[in-house]
Structure formats: C-alpha cells, structure tokens
C-alpha cells in the first residue's frame, strides 16, 4: 500500500481540513466539491478561490447530482485546461470512467480525491431538513456497524474502494483516518500537503469488516423489494411508474440527449392501438412502461455502477436502483467486467468474441 | 350561457363511481369506441390511464382516484398525439386535467375532434409521494379533506365545468350528470339519460366552494409572491433543486420532445465553467437552475393549469406548482386568459394584438 498521511479522527472536520491543505499545496485551478447552497442545502461546486468560497463539505453523505453526470456536461467539449481537484465517491468515480469509455467525458487534467465509502443517505433527507449530528455519527462507519437509514444502493454496496483515485481518504488503525495515495501523481501531492505527518495507511481490518456487513446487507435489500421474477412481477412493480424518465435523467450512464424512448418513433400511432385495443381490450397511457424499464436495463446494465441516483429521484419509490443492481451485477458477472475499473478495459457491449454466449446458439 | 342548464340526477353509488355503469352502458350501446379513465394498476397500489374497449376493465376503474398519477392531458395527447385516427373516446378526467387537455389541443398536441371530455367536481388529490410512499393512502378523497396537496388547497378551478358533460357531486348533493353541450348531450342519451333536473343546488354549491378557494389562493399565493420576490428570495425558494427537469417532465404542457434547457447544459465547455468559476469564485453545478425555471415559466406560464403534477414529481420538495401558479395567474389575467377554460378563445402566445399589454389602467405587465 503506498504512502499515506495520519489526518486524525474528527470527521469530518480533519477532511475539510485536509483537502484545505491539497488545495493550497496542490497548484489546482479549482476544486470540485460538495459544499453549502445559499439556502442551507448540499450541491455540487466548482471553486476556486478560498475567499468568498461557499462552507465546503466534502464528501457530505448524500448525492444530489451524480458527480459523474456533472463532469460529462462538463467535459463533453473537451478537457480541462487547468488540473481541478475532484472530490466524489467511488461510484461516481466509476461512473464516471464508463462515460469517458463512451466518449462523452474527458479526464484529463481532473485529479480525484475518492473514499472507501461509507455510503449516502436519500436526497428526501435533505429536503426535510439536516441534523448535524448525524453527520459525526455517520463517519463511525468503518467499524463495520451499518449505518440507519442510508439508501438501499449503499447498504449493499460492495464495491466501496475506489479503483482510479489519487487520493483516497480511507480508514486506518485505531479509528484514525488517513489520506493515501492511489496513483504517483497522489503520492506527490501528499508529499507536498503533508510533509511531517505522520505515516499511516489503509486499515485492512477495518475494509474487512466493512465488507463482511455489505455482503449482509446486499443479501438483504436484494431479498425483498428487489425479488422480481417474471413479466407479471415487472408490470406489478413498475405499475406505478409515472413515466416521468426520472431515473434515466439522473443515471450517470444514460446520457443520450434524446432517449429512444423519448423519441417519434416509440409515440403510439392511433392505427396501431386500434389493433391493440381490439386484442387487449385496454391500453394504458402513455403506454410501454416495461419497455422503457427494461430497454433502458437492455442500454446501460452492463455500465451500471448501482449509484442509487435512479431511485432517489424517482417520485413514486420503485426499487428501480435495487432491480438495476441485480440485473446489472448478473450481466457484468457475465462479461467478468466491473463498470468503471479502469478506463482502459473495452466495454463488452462494443468488443465482439465470436465464442461469447455459445449457449446461445450459433 | 345563457340560459341554466339542466341535469340528469344518478341513482346508486354515491360519487364519481357512479360513472362507471353508465360508461360501460355507452360502450355496450357502440356509440362510442373506448373511454380513457383511471384504472387500478396490477399492483393494486396505484391508478393509470388506460384506454378501455373491453368493460369487463372497469371493474378496476376509479374515475377519481384520490392521487394524480399521469395527468389525463399527457395520457390523451400520449393517444391522439398523431391523430385521433377516427376513434371516439370517452375521455373522463379532474378539470384541471381536462383543461390542460384543452391547452395540448391548442397547441396541436392532442386531437379532440372525436374526444367526449367528461368532468367532475374534484375535492383535489393527496400528494403522489406521500401516497407512493403509503403514508397516506386513502382509497378517495372528500370535499373537507385536509391533507390534499398544497396546489389543490388554493385550486379555484376545481369544479370548472370544462367538459363536454360534467358530473356534479358532494357534500350531500346527488350526483348529477349536466350535458354542457351539444357532444356532452349526446353521450348523456347514449347513457340511458335524460337532462331533466334543475341544477341550481350544484351551481350554488360550486360557487361557494370556488369562492372560498379563490380568497385562500389570493392569500396564500400572496404571501409566496412577498417571500419570493426579488433574486435572492426566489433563489431560496429554488435552493434544493437539483436540476433535474422532472417538473418539466411531468408537466402536462411542456411537450417539447427534447427541452432547449436540456441541450444548454451541454453547450458549456470545461473552460468557461472554469473561468466563471475563477470571475466569481464559485460555481454551483449544475448551471443554470434559475434559467431553467424562469425559462420553462416564459413557455408555459400562460397555459399553466396548475394541476400540481410538476410538484408531485419534484424529489426535491421545491414548492414549484405554487411558484408557477403564483405567477401564471398574473401573466394570464394581463391577457384576460385562464388557461383551459374556452376551447375558442386562442393561446395568448399565438395571437398577436397591437396594444395588447395597454389596458385600461396604463401597462399591464
């Protein structure tokens, strides 16, 4: 494990105080960061001088944009000109890393500052208003306890180390937390911010018992709402859908500007519901509410990286984030691909073996 | 109109349900070819439109479901979008519904030539998340209910009889069928009905009911306008907005198919967030929320229904409905308009009048 630096015990203030320090010493043109609105609430910033600077809150437990979706807008055009701090979770790292793939993002020029994650609570948490305290007792979690209340996504989450950061802010022994470094280019910058203190680095226990308690958890949030078996099971739990497309706006890996199933071509012409109408005896409207759910599964399963954003955002409280999981997971299994590992492994979806699924057939 | 209309008073069950059997009677007679309503969905846990030509479906039909899914606007304009390719519908919605019907066919979004628009008197919905949620999951809603949703408490509209029938109920009062015209009577015979009952006790009945809503929504959309007015407020008032558009999306009136705020967030390089960043030491991502709303209130605010869908569907419990209704009623009355209530009179938006904004008084906006 390479170099890292004791940063303390009090989260998340020794954090603040950290990335406070990479910003100084780290010649970055802006820092991309969780922090304060106007109103009391919790977003994405870009910032970049101290003074005037909005409260940062790194790594503030919950997800109001998928960071990923943000940097794509951001970088579509074209790289960075100056290096930006970036401070995100693993998934959104990950999420990240499957957009580039796609060619709608650029890294360059970003140096990411990732955690072993503890997870993040409902963005309706936010809204109905933050206790500060939960904030202190959330940041306990490396002691494998599972924190109440934090979304399904997360309490199953079992990929909380991130592959491709930096910087990686991770527990260490003794309930220290220490920043350490994930590439050559972390290692320097905390050479720099960090230049007396002491070593420490990634508690293995603690990661053991971190995943020891998602494994449990995993079981558990995909044994109920998520055990969907069968057509009748989808249109009973997608039933309520509003076909808002929700899900599919605040998915990292969606981003196509017109969905398919936005488009003319998916709108029902009356000369094919009569038909329909006559063989059915009802149609719903608007219809294609499975369709959309599992065209959708079909499109991006495979780059999945299980961030709950789908179900945060959804209006009516489908387990979409859980029923994505699992059905991502099992097609990812297949293809031995884990979304977002490295920006180098080919997607499967545009890498062809002629000897892929022979029991398919020829 | 001048002179009062007359009305078919229903036997059996009390309410909206009453609709039912007479719906499935003018499907049976064959004068009409389906009828768009609410169904119960598989999971029994919420309503969809569905477009029925079988009756046996509407066993599982609830005409007024006590919480708004997918507006019947959306679900008609989902249909007829293209066309209505010659098929009669029965088409039973809330007013407020109806009237953004009414606006999507202004805007060449629905097609209403075989459409028979039937209304009732709406006591307003729960709002959808709480109800998706089952906190609060009634099986109907009543006239005194008081945890309707906020946009429903201040709805002066809620008894508008925009339909071509329109059913009156409530509060003691039969449940009367009133044929407003000519395509309403005809689905009225097609019913087994005739359009013989005084109704004056309904009329009475709505005009206090819409009196009291119209003090409230002059209160309470007053007392939003003082806490919102000016950037700063407003911003407050927007803060825990994610940008997300959902409110957009589920808006019965915003039928772009791809929104142009939704290609703006895309058109800004990684360099010029930096340099705005760097100009005025931070910048909140994503962009542009302000712009959006204010954007979407330049496109919609004269057809705004105020039907609350955006609101429902907001994961972020921004208060925008009443946002948007606070300042659709003043735009729309600077054109002596009220979204969705006169099929004849054209969208403000498309018709242009030299001195339009000069009344009166001296400038209107």
């Known amino acids: 494990m390479a170099r890292g630096a004791d940063i303390g015990t009090e989260m998340p203030k020794a954090l603040r105080e950290a990335v406070q320090r990479l910003m100084e010493t780290g010649g970055f043109e802006g820092t991309f960061t969780l922090a304060r609105t106007p109103g009391g609430g919790v977003d994405y910033f870009l910032s970049t001088k101290e003074e005037g600077a909005p409260e940062l809150l790194p790594l503030h437990p919950v997800m109001p944009n998928h960071a990923g979706r943000l940097l794509r807008e951001m970088t579509l055009g074209g790289a960075m000109r100056g290096k930006v701090l970036v401070i995100t979770r693993p998934c959104?790292?990950?999420?990240?890393?499957?957009?580039?793939k796609r060619l709608q993002g650029c890294l360059d020029n970003l140096v990411f500052l990732s955690v072993v994650c503890g997870g993040v609570f409902p963005l309706s948490m936010v809204s109905a208003g933050w206790d500060g305290k939960r904030t202190e007792e959330y940041w306990a979690y490396p002691d494998g306890r599972p924190v109440q209340g934090l979304r399904p996504a997360c309490q199953?989450?079992?990929?909380?180390?991130?592959?491709?950061a930096d910087l990686v802010v991770a527990p260490s022994a003794n309930g220290h937390w220490a920043l350490t470094a994930g590439s050559e280019e972390g290692g320097r910058l905390i050479e720099r911010a960090f230049p007396s203190a002491p070593a420490a680095e990634m508690d293995p226990?603690?990661?053991?018992?971190?995943?020891?308690?998602?494994?449990?958890?995993?079981?558990?949030?995909?044994?109920?709402?998520?055990?969907?078996?069968?057509?009748?099971?989808?249109?009973?739990?997608?039933?309520?859908?509003?076909?808002?497309?929700?899900c599919s706006k605040a998915c990292p890996i969606c981003y196509c500007t017109l969905c398919t199933f936005e488009s003319s071509r998916m709108e029902d012409r009356m000369e094919q519901s009569k038909g329909q109408l006559e063989v059915k005896g009802g149609i719903r409207a608007?219809?294609?509410?499975?369709?959309?759910?599992?065209?959708?599964?079909?499109?991006?399963?495979?780059?999945?990286?299980?961030?709950?954003?789908?179900?945060?955002?959804?209006?009516?409280?489908?387990?979409?984030?859980?029923?994505?999981?699992?059905?991502?997971?099992?097609?990812?299994?297949?293809?031995?691909?884990?979304?977002?590992?490295d920006v180098k492994e080919a997607l499967p979806i545009n890498t062809f073996q002629p000897m892929e699924f022979k029991e398919m057939g020829e | 109109?001048?002179?009062?209309?007359?009305?078919?008073?229903?036997?059996?069950?009390?309410?909206?349900?009453?609709?039912?059997?007479?719906?499935?009677?003018?499907?049976?007679?064959?004068?009409?070819?389906?009828v768009l309503l609410p169904l119960r969905t598989p999971g029994q846990d919420s309503y969809a439109f569905v477009l029925v030509k079988d009756p046996r479906l509407l066993r599982q039909a609830d005409p007024l479901p006590p919480v708004q899914t997918v507006t019947g606007g959306r679900a008609l304009s989902s249909l007829t979008r293209h066309g209505g390719g010659g098929v009669r519908i029965l088409a039973v919605m809330r007013p407020c519904e109806a009237r953004g019907a009414i606006e999507l066919?202004?805007?060449?979004?629905?097609?209403?030539?075989d459409v028979t628009l039937i209304t009732m008197d709406c006591p307003g919905t729960v709002p959808l998340q709480r109800f998706a949620r089952g906190d609060l999951r009634p099986s109907a809603v009543g006239f005194a209910d008081q945890d309707i949703r906020p946009i429903c408490q201040v709805c002066d509209l809620s008894c508008a009889a925009v339909?071509?029938?329109?059913?009156?109920?409530?509060?003691?009062?039969?449940?009367?069928l009133i044929p407003m015209d000519e395509r309403g009577a005809e689905a009225l015979l097609a019913m087994g009905l005739r359009a013989e009952s005084d109704t004056s006790e309904w009329r009475t009945t709505v005009s206090s009911r819409s009196q009291e809503r119209r003090e409230r929504r002059e209160e309470r959309l007053g007392q939003l306008r003082v806490a919102s007015s000016g950037l700063d407020n407003l911003?407050?008032?927007?803060?825990?907005?994610?940008?997300?558009?959902?409110?957009?999306?589920?808006?019965?009136?915003?039928?772009?198919?791809?929104?142009?705020?939704?290609?703006?967030?895309?058109?800004?390089?990684?360099?010029e967030v930096l340099d705005l960043a760097k100009a005025r030491g931070s910048m909140r991502l994503p962009m542009d929320t302000l712009m959006f709303h204010l954007g979407r209130m330049n496109h919609m605010s004269l057809n705004c229904v105020s039907c609350g869908a955006c609101e429902d569907a907001c994961p972020a419990g921004v208060p925008i409905a009443q946002l948007f209704a606070m300042v659709s009623d003043r735009t729309q009355s600077a054109f002596k308009y009220r979204a969705g209530m006169d099929r004849q009179q054209r969208s403000p938006l498309i018709t242009f009048l030299e001195k339009e904004l000069e009344g009166e008084d001296g400038q209107r906006c």
């Open chain 2, 163 to 176: 339909g071509d029938l329109h059913l009156g109920w409530g509060e003691g009062l039969a449940p009367i």
């Open chain 1, 205 to 246: 226990k603690a990661l053991e018992a971190m995943a020891v308690a998602r494994k449990a958890g995993r079981e558990e949030v995909l044994s109920h709402e998520a055990d969907v078996k069968g057509l009748s099971d989808l249109v009973k739990v997608f039933g309520r859908c509003i076909g808002c497309h929700a």
């Open chain 1, 92 to 100: 959104e790292l990950r999420g990240f890393v499957e957009i580039v």
């Open chain 2, 235 to 271: 911003m407050v008032r927007l803060d825990s907005c994610i940008n997300c558009h959902n409110c957009m999306r589920a808006c019965p009136i915003c039928y772009c198919r791809v929104c142009a705020f939704d290609i703006r967030r895309q058109e800004r390089s990684a360099n």
């Open chain 1, 286 to 341: 608007p219809a294609g509410t499975v369709l959309f759910h599992i065209g959708r599964m079909g499109h991006m399963a495979v780059s999945c990286v299980a961030c709950g954003c789908c179900q945060d955002v959804c209006p009516v409280g489908i387990p979409v984030s859980l029923l994505f999981k699992k059905v991502g997971e099992a097609v990812q299994a297949r293809f031995e691909y884990v979304p977002g590992r």
């Open chain 2, 105 to 113: 066919s202004k805007l060449g979004q629905v097609d209403l030539k």
């Open chain 2, 1 to 34: 109109m001048s002179e009062a209309p007359r009305g078919a008073t229903i036997q059996g069950e009390e309410g909206p349900r009453a609709l039912v059997p007479l719906l499935a009677r003018a499907l049976e007679k064959g004068t009409s070819d389906a």
């Open chain 1, 156 to 164: 199953g989450c079992t990929e909380f180390i991130p592959y491709t």
